[in-house]
């Protein structure tokens, strides 16, 4: 008996896992150049984006026996990224710093360097190691926001995914059912022999 047990499991290709990665090490390269050492933040922030990371790795291991902890896991690295996205928004406002509009010049050309081919955190390294806190911050919100434009999508995958195939009770009930069924068949046939 195959085939209930899902194939997934692959996190290092989920684009979601590799702009979670990118805005990890951006946040952990921020905090060094802009806040204090012993400001409480860094722990949080650098938490906040590590939490992203590693509930998208945990979801997608999980998804081998269970779509619904997939799905809570997922939902749990969007809620690190909107938390980590409002400490940066935080840190400009309380500074009286620029945020960019979604449609600003600089936020346009932040978003187009995401179509790169393997967009990494070399793709920024230039600008979030050289410059002012206030580009770095709108740099990672613009990555922040499109990692959670991903996960949205994942999530809204992963709820579709569920309601057509169900979860691994399901199919271990459905692939149960089938072996009955075959055996009862086999049966049958043996009685009439």
Sequence with gaps: MTGFLSKKGNYRELLSYKKSLLIYDATYC????????????????????????QNIIEGAKAAMTSTATELKLTNVARASLEELLEDYLDFIRVRN?????????????VRKLAYQPNESYDTYREFLETRSSEVCANIIICLIHQCNYLLNQQIRRLEDDFIKSGGIREQMYKARNDARTKEKEKDKEDAKR
């Excluded at 509009?101 to 936020?107: Q, Y």
């Design 30 to 53: 921020f905090c060094q150049r802009f806040l204090d050492k012993y400001d409480r933040t860094i722990d949080q922030m650098v938490q906040a984006a590590r939490s992203g990371k």
């Design 97 to 109: 710093l620029r945020l960019w509009r979604k449609d600003s010049k600089e936020a346009l050309y």
